[in-house]
Structures are given as C-alpha cells and as structure tokens.
C-alpha cells in the first residue's frame, strides 16, 4: 500500500502531496540529502523504460523520478514489506501529467506556489494502475514483475508488452499503457489470459489479519492470490481458462465502471472481492451479474465528469508518449539539415534543449580532461555520468553553448564533491574532548586520539610529524605513539621526528614525547597502552603511527578492525599521495572498509601535492570512491607544509 | 530577370526609392524594440530590493519563505536549489520610504514589494549563498535564520562542550559575517558597498525548548569567539593567493583585532548592523512573524 506521494521542487518546496499513512518529513528528507546531495548512495537510474531508482531508509522504500527541466522530484513512499509493481508506472505517469496540467504555472519565476488540484487525478491512476497490476499479477507463468529488488539495471523485464511470453497462447495483448503509441482512449479492456483461482485460504487468512482498512486488506488479499497464482495455475484445463478469461474481461470492465461510481458502489465493491476469494465455481456468475448491470450504467449521464477527466488523461499521457517518438531525429535530408542548422544556432545563443546525443561528444572530451588531471578513469565516468543525468532535459541558457553548460555544471559537480558536509575545525574537535565540560561533569577530559594509516611509502610519519607540528604549534602535549612495529627503522625515524620537534616546539609551549615498545609487538596493544598512558600523564592528543601496508594484503588489512577497536581513534586520516593513479579508488574503499561496522576513515590527507601541479586529480577520486573529505595537504619538506583544501583551489585547477 | 538588373530586388534595395526607406526605418525602429523587449522579458525585475535567506538546513528558510508569500507556510523538504520569489509586505506593515507618503500614491504600492531569495543550508550547497554576497543585486539585508530549539546546550552530544547545533550555526553566521567584512574593506571606492544589516532571526520560538531571542544572541557570540579562536589558529588553506584581492598572506579576523570576545557590535565598524529577533514559522495562526516583517520594512 502506498504511503504518501510527494510532488517537490529542487528548492524544497512541497507543491502537491497524497499521504495515506503520515510519513515523518526526515524519511524523504534524508532521501535528498544521501542522494541528491551528497551522492553517497549512488542511483541506477534510468530515465524512463527502465525501472526507478529506489531507497530504503528506516523501513520505507522510496521511488523517485525527477522532471529536471521544470526543477520537479516525484517520491512514492511505501512500506519496504509490500512489493508494488506499479510504482514505476504510476511515477512516469504522474510526472507526465503534472508537468503537462501545469508547466506554465511552473514556469513562472519569482513564485513557489503552483495552484494544483491534481487529487482526481492521481486517484484515478492508482486505481487504475492497481487494477491493471493486479491482473498482470495474475498471469500464470509469469516472471513475477516484483523486480524491485534486484538492482534496476539488470531488470530489463516491466511487466509492460514485451515481457516474454511463456505460451504462446498466453501472449497478453498489449495492455493500455501510457507510452505504448496506441492512442486508444478507450479504455475497453482487452481480453486477458488470467485465473481468477482464489488463493489459499491459508495465506488470504494470514494477509486479511494483518490488514487494517478494509480497502487495504482487500488489496492484499489480491496480492496474495496473485504470488499463489503461478503454482495453482498448472493443472488448469484449456475450458477453465478460457471461462477465466472471460471473467477477468469482464471483471476490468466493471472496475473500470466503479470509477463512475465510486461512492455508491463501494458496498459491490467489497462484495465482489469476497466472492473472488470465495472459490472460482460460482465467482463468473457473480460477476456476470454485477457486470451486465454496470454496462448499462456505463452510458448513463452520471459519469460524464469523470469520463472527461479519464479522456483528457489519457490523451495527456498519449501525448507524453507520441512526443517522446517524435523526439527522434527527424528524417529526410531537409529536416535533418534543417535541424542541424536550428541547433548550431541554438548552439551559439542558448535555449538548446540538451539530449544525451548533445551532451556524448562533449562529455566524452570532458572525462579525457579530468584524465589527464590524474583523477581515476572510475570516478571521471562516474562524475559524468552525474552530469550527464543532471543536464539532459535542461535547456541551455541564453547565449550558452553546450559546453560552457557541461562546463559549469562540471564545476559545481567538483565543488559539491570536495566540500566537506561539516566543518573539519581539527581544533575545534580536539578542544571538545580534552577541556573539562562544565555542562557535562560525566564526560571527563581524555586525550584526543588522531591515528594515521595507509600504503608504503606514502608519507605516513611525515604528515604525521607535520600534524604533530600544527598541533605543538597551539601548545597542546602530543604523545607520539610508534605503531609500525613491523618495518625496521620505523621507530628510528619517529625519535628523530620528535626530538626535532621537540627543540623547534621549545619556545612556543608545546611538548612533545615517544612511547615505543620496539618491534614484532601488536600494533592494537601498543595503541591501546599508549592511550591509557596519555591519560594517565595528561597529554592532549596521541598521535599513532601505523605500519604501511598494501590495501590488497588482506592478512594485516584486518589486523586494522582490531587496531580500531582498540585504540578507539576519535579520528582516524589515510595518507595517499597525490602522484597515486588507477590505484587510488581502490586504496580509499578498501581502507574504508577494513575498520569493521560502524566505522570509517574520518578524512584523508594527500601527500606531495606541490610535485604533481594542476593534477590534483586524487582529490576527487579518493573522495568520489569514499565520500570522506580530504582534511589536510602535504605541499612541502618542512614542518609548516600543511594546508587545509580549499575547494575552490582545487576545481580551478582541475577545470583549467 | 538577374540581380544586376535595373530593377532586380538587388538593386532596388539600394536605390532611392521610397519602399527601401521605409522598409530601412521600420526595421531599424523595430529591431531594437523587439530586442530590448526579448531581453527585458528575459531578466529579472532587479530593481526591486532582495533579502537572502540564510541559515544551517532544517532552520526553516524555506518554510518561511513560503509563509511570507502566501500567509501560511507550505510543508517542505531539504532544499537543493536556490529560490528568488517576488513579496509584497501585508498592508499593515508599512515600508519605511512610505512613512510620508499619502496611501493613495501609486508608488506606495511599488515599495512594498521586493525579492526573497531563499538559499539551501547544507553544508556542500552553501556556495549558492556565498555566491549571492559576492555579488549582490541591490541586497537590503540578510535574514540569518536559525533553529531556537537546536541551540541549547543541554542537547548536547556525548562529546561536545557544546551542541553540534550550535556550533554549526555559529560557523555559519562566522564565514557569512566574515564574507560581509570582507567585502567592506575590499572595496576601495568611496561609495562602498553601503550598509548591510543582518537579521538574526531565531525561529521555531512555539516550541518549548527554544531559546528566548537575547540568549540566542549570547550563545552565537560565545560560540563565534570560539570559532574564532581556532579559526585563527587552524592551518592556512590551500588557496591562499589565488583570489584577486590578495598576495596578503595573513588572515582576516572577524570584527577588530581578532582577540578577546567577540560581539555583533563589532560589525558594525565594517557598516553591518546584526540585530536578533525571535518568532516561529509553525504554529499558531500563521506563525508569529510580525518582528520580522517589521524589520524587513524598516529596510525597504
Ligand atoms: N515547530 C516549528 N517548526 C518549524 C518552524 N519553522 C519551520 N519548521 C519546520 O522545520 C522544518 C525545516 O524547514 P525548512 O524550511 O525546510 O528548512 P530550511 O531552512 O529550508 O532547510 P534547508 O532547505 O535544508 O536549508 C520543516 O519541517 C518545518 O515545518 C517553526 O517555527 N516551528
Ligand atoms: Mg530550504
């Protein structure tokens, strides 16, 4: 059952919505800021004949589908227990209609209000859409369309005409779909292969005691013989079916004529899905009977309002569709020159309505330039893909061409990307842990535990001396942990590293010190003793340095889930150089991923970035694999060489 | 018939004939009608005054924005995109350019109306803000809202010694303020960019946890000496000489000097005005805007 449909604009705005079972205002909000913001559940989507893009979020699913010219999000909510099929359907049909009924007042600027009664409407879809899903659900042999969970990529299979037909008697004539061309506006239905077989009294029973409102729990008791369908329906004689067929005839149309109805009937109506469930043996003269009498009332006067209502639907919903063909290039040599001269024109002065054809050439140039500023071909086609689905659709601006377009919504793609959801105030953070709270007596001052890990070679212990430095610099106590109890001389370089901070650090107030325990020990226990000897000794922060190691070695990258447990790290940085290529995506996520549940890297640190000049292309990779922000960058030998990302900094060069 | 005939299209069109003149009038009259007409209706009507909404997400900008324009606020989501909408103040509330000005004059009615620009408070879409302080189109004043409810320290996390709420509104309030500063004494004409007020304005006052307005103000100014502090202290970023305005390598402080605590007073020598205001969006009849409206008209 459906929750709520929510009609949004991008900037927040509610225009129209259809609640069912009130669903807090958090669940579609965190759908817009896990995917539309931050990118951080990455969306199969797919305009149009695919299946929507979904979300989970505390027990709903969400589908969405997006109007992007007119700035429009369309969210169904449900509850992730019940598989609807028709949700794909109904968002494409939503989408069409409303844009369509009003994409003038939607066109106005300087107004958030849109004047919608759009409730007929979208009532009449669900029920229509209900009736055709719980038909289509109903086929024997069927692939079941429930496909929602498998990712919308592979489901290539709508439950739309073309879904393979098992038999080929049991081929389903086309069945009134919004995009088919067929513009029949009749909604006659067509004659469908279909075994009204009750379900298992079993199950029914089950479903109906489960169900709340009646009209719920009616639903369910369809879907419930529907998912028994397809194993009941194997001994069915050839005469069965075909009286089935008849029935299930029948029954559209008289549903078809509830609509008409819908008040007075509603007592039949429950009736009728009683003896639905009763058994198929008296269930056709049921119907029948009901039925001849609705065909009768079909040509009464009474249903003339909504009638008109149903006819201009389907002829919005049939244009929708005629214009999505006609979208196709057009033929002969004077219509296509004709339309290559109109779009060089509209090249040069905006107002170019961008498809994906527009978009592939420049697109394509775009992701070589991101390559050849180092950032990982993954990420580069993941980002234009981003763009790609965020452009077609749009019209271009006045006297934009399309690639100042790409070029911009490139930019602002790189900025949303590198900026940090929260502030990354590295002083701020250790200033909340170590100063006593007087608000919060129970939470005593302990030490702040920054950890650093990642590959060989990549300037762990540098950055971790230059972070050391920043640290003494504001006259904190930094312990020094030495972690990398495996690579000989890793120790040595520590001690030298703090013995010369600690003279630079003399006058300034900060103290620095070691703790070692030489090699071949645990790296978690020698973190964890260095923590309690912090806070025995009152030192500020530790500082531990970890052995190096390759984000393939699966034997000393698990040995990390425990360090963390251990240690308990408030933050824990990776270290990657700048110079790093193909490999950085596939470092960050494993990374990522080798502290167990529940915890992640907290930020990365890209080292040597004054020897790779404007190819800072790793930024963006490393973030793009992870979502993790990059905290500090290593732009130098000495001590004082380590920077904050500014992001703007870094999308000028990258777009430069 | 050629084009070098006498009479050839060609050669008409050059000729001293009366048709070609008034054809060559009428075109050159109309071309720039029809372009100026094309582009005006194209840009926006920038002559009416703006003021930006800006605030941390979940503050209720966009609620408000929607109440303003329609008399009752609209449910909303977490914003994307920007959003300017057109605003006319309620009658009662009277622009201050108005005060002598008889009711039945027809530019009274001009006025009272003026631009809301709404802006998205996540953290990664803030540059949509920043970019409308850069350059601003006749900008009367900023509205920084803020959740009342979400500041009070005894929500605090486990960690802080203060919440998260807090300090995010405060980190905010400092980069915008110190975006206004900035732009002050970057500009070296004398003109300037005049004065900018900042209206605080603490929202969601139905609820009980709400902070009352001067506490409000109190909690910001503790929380931006703060961040002041490690502002200072923090690490030089990456893009340092790479605007315009600088090879300066030093840093820019909030409000004078940088040291000791710092207060909205201080604003008020780079010519902006902070004042803190309470009121609630929901509840009641359509919320409780009044103060707010009538700062918004004292600016117009
Ligand atoms: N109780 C109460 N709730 C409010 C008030 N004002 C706004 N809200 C609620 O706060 C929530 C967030 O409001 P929005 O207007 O969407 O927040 P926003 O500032 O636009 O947030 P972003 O668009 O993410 O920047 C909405 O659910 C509002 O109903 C108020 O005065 N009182
Ligand atoms: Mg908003």
Redesign the interface.
Known sequence: MLDSFEILSTSGVVLWSKTYVPVGANIVNSLIRDVFIEERTKPAADDGAGSKPMYKKEGYTLKWTTAKDLGLIFVAVYQSLVHLTWIDKLLDNVRALFTELYKDQLRQPYTSAVDCPFDDYFDRQVQELEKTADRTATRPFEPTPTVEFTPPSSSGTDNGPDAPPPMPGLRKAPQKSVYSDTTSTDATPVPTPETSRPASPAVSHLLTAKGGPPRASRRAKKKASATSAPQSSGDESPAHRMRDKKAAAKKGARKWDDFGMMDEDSTDNLDYSTTDLAGSTDAPAAVEAIDSASWGKRTGKGEFVLKDLDEEMDSILANAGAKKASSEPASGIVGSSLGAVSGLFRNVVGGKTLTKEDLAKPLKEMEDHLLRKNVAREAAVRLCESVERNLIGLKTGSFTSVDQTIQTAMESALTKILTPTSSLDLLREIQAVTAPNPLNPLAAPRPYVLSIVGVNGVGKSTNLSKICYFLLQNKYRVLVAAGDTFRSGAVEQLRVHVRNLSELSAREGGSVELFERGYGKDAANIAADAVAYAAANAFDVVLIDTAGRRHNDARLMSSLEKFAKLARPDKILMVAEALVGSDSVAQAQNFNAAFGAGRRLDGFVISKCDTVGDMVGTLVSMVHATGVPVVFLGTGQHYGDLRGLNVKWATRLLMS | MAWHDADSWLSRSFGPYLSTILLAAFVSVALPLLLHLYIYR?T??TSLPAFLLIGPSGAGK?AL??LL??GNP?????????????ITLPSDTAAASNKYRSASDPTAQKNSRF?LI?T?G??????FASAQLVAPQNLKGIIYLVDAANLS??S?G?????S?GL??AA?YLHDILLALQKRYTNTKTSKGPGETPVLIAANKMDLFTALPAPLVKAALEAEIT??RD??A????????G?DEDGDREERDWLGDGGEGKFTFKQMEEVNVVVEVKGGNVVGGQGGEVGEWWEWISRQL
């Open positions: 194209k926006a009507p966009t924005l929607t324009e329609r609209s449910p909303t989501h977490t914003s994307q995109a920007p959003l300017s909408v057109e631009l709404d998205p996540h953290g990664k879409l803030r540059h320290s005894d605090a486990v960690s802080g010694s203060s998260s300090t995010e980190e703060r961040v490690t502002r202290k923090g690490l030089l970023d990456s893009g340092i790479m």
